[in-house]
């Protein structure tokens, strides 16, 4: 695959980490955010991170530079009207993505693809808001983005072979590895990741056993790397409520009904990491 031009629109960490992992495999980044300032911070997070692989031995200074010369941050959407592909990366709500699509659809050059990095939502949704329904695919990288190996490419109904290629092509050439998923709620992984974290609520709750000796469970008997309520902390409760309640939505499986606990803990700003206090203090 050639070097492309990529727009990420989305200022979250999830934006800039897909922004380092596609500067670093020589593609051109275009980082959007609302506000400058925003978008500045992410090139700075960027450089923060590069800088830390630098000193760790892990990157060369050079290669740094490089990747750092290929970011630029913008407010504007009308500058990513030159690229290949933009990635979205914004807020989890299906009106707000509908409606940057539709935005993206008339600013965008006409071959230029557009993705969702969206962990749940159906990507159909967002294709049907273009004029280029067969260039909208689904590219969902996992969290974070330069350290995890997966990326799922998502194959809504109206995306055409040669989207889908491409997207894949790009995943490959960030080092990642990609699968191909149809465009059903939470995916492969989320489908099977969160009723077996739903239910480690449910046995808490239910009084089966505590928090760590559950977690401990999991690592040493499944040969997990953490234990669920660590992980529940990790992705946020209020992340992980949001996706239960958009696979209950399309499947509606008793699994994927959220235990009232983690509703309760969400209303209360219980987040995880993010808020300091989750599951576990931080």
Avoid: W
Wanted: glycine residues 8%; hydrophobic residues 45%; aromatic residues 6%.
């Amino acid at each position: 695959m050639g070097k492309h031009t990529v727009g990420i629109v989305g200022s979250g960490i999830m934006g800039s980490g897909i922004a380092e992992v596609a500067a670093k495999a020589g593609h051109t980044v275009i980082l959007r955010s609302r506000r400058q300032e925003s978008a500045d911070a992410m090139v700075a997070g960027l450089e923060k991170s590069l800088n830390r692989q630098v000193e760790k031995g892990r990157l060369e200074e050079s290669a740094r530079d490089e990747a750092m010369a290929l970011v630029s941050a913008t407010s504007e959407l009308g500058d990513l009207a030159d690229c290949d592909l933009v990635i979205e990366s914004i807020v989890e709500d299906l009106d707000t993505k509908q409606a940057l699509f539709a935005e993206l659809d008339s600013i965008v050059k006409p071959d230029g693809i557009l993705a969702t990095n969206t962990s749940t939502l159906p990507v159909v949704e967002m294709a049907v808001r273009t004029e280029r329904a067969d260039k909208v695919c689904g590219v969902h990288f996992f969290n974070p983005a330069p350290m995890m190996s997966l990326v799922e490419i998502v194959e809504p109904l109206t995306a055409s072979p040669e989207t889908i290629t491409f997207a894949t092509e790009f995943a490959t050439s960030c080092g990642k590895e990609p699968v191909l998923v149809k465009d059903r709620a939470g995916f492969i992984v989320n489908a099977l990741l969160f009723p077996y974290l739903n239910n480690a609520i449910r046995m808490l709750e239910s009084g089966t056993a505590t928090r760590d000796d559950i977690d401990t469970a999991m690592k040493g008997g499944a040969n997990f790397p953490m234990g669920p309520f660590a992980l529940l902390d990790l992705v946020g409760l209020d992340t992980s409520l949001s996706i239960l309640d958009a696979l209950y939505d399309e499947f509606r499986d008793q699994n994927y009904a959220a235990q009232p606990m983690l509703r309760r803990m969400v209303a209360a700003g219980k987040l995880g990491r993010k808020s300091k206090s989750g599951f576990y203090d931080y």
